[in-house]
């Protein structure tokens, strides 16, 4: 995401395998762009530190056996997603906090949260957020809260232990400047 810059829409569908195969599609980035209103978002990170492949490991061998839990929860999350970006570009909060949450509830399920994501995550809610969710691969790192009221959330992160705060604001992405000797 940091390399495309500005806010955008990622569709994987029908893209089961990590290597790029002729039979499989290239992913889809939608640049929401100036339609897009500012979201707005609190970071908050966990002070846990680990490797992705610790969590994602067992999702992917998961799906690999077909496992009928990971393959319907990621079904639904993907549902989710497109629920999400129309509640965003509505700039309903409500709505995508929601949809925030039962993302996060499926991922939990699954087995790709931790208790350091569990409890900033709890807290953000219970300061107000209307949704909450592991940023990144659990187990610890980052977790994403949608709020107006963001510095009532941020104090009562902090409370919980958070480590660092951040306010997640799209930017410009990879720039490449081409210099002529």
Known sequence: MAVF?????????????????????LGVVEP???HAPR????????????HSGDVH??????WLEGDRAVIDGYAAIADLARRGKKALLDADWK???????????????????GPA???LIEAARAAG??????????????ILALADEQERVQAAL????????FSPKPCEGLAVVVRQP
Not at 5 to 25: H, I, T, V, W, Y
Not at 95 to 113: K, Q, Y
């Open 158 to 165: 902090l409370e919980a232990g958070a480590d660092k705060l």
């Open 129 to 142: 957020a209307y949704g909450a969710k592991l940023a990144g691969a659990g187990g610890g790192g980052t």
């Open 5 to 25: 810059g500005g806010l955008n829409f990622m569709d994987f569908g029908g893209k089961a395998s990590l290597e790029q195969r002729d039979d499989e599609p």
């Open 32 to 34: 929401l762009g100036p």
């Open 95 to 113: 709505t995508l906090g929601a949809l925030m949450n039962e993302n996060h509830r499926i991922v939990a399920d699954l087995g790709g949260s």
């Open 117 to 119: 994501n569990e409890h």
């Open 39 to 50: 979201v707005p978002l609190v970071a908050a990170h966990t002070g846990v530190q680990h």
């Open 57 to 62: 490991k067992s999702p992917r061998e998961r």
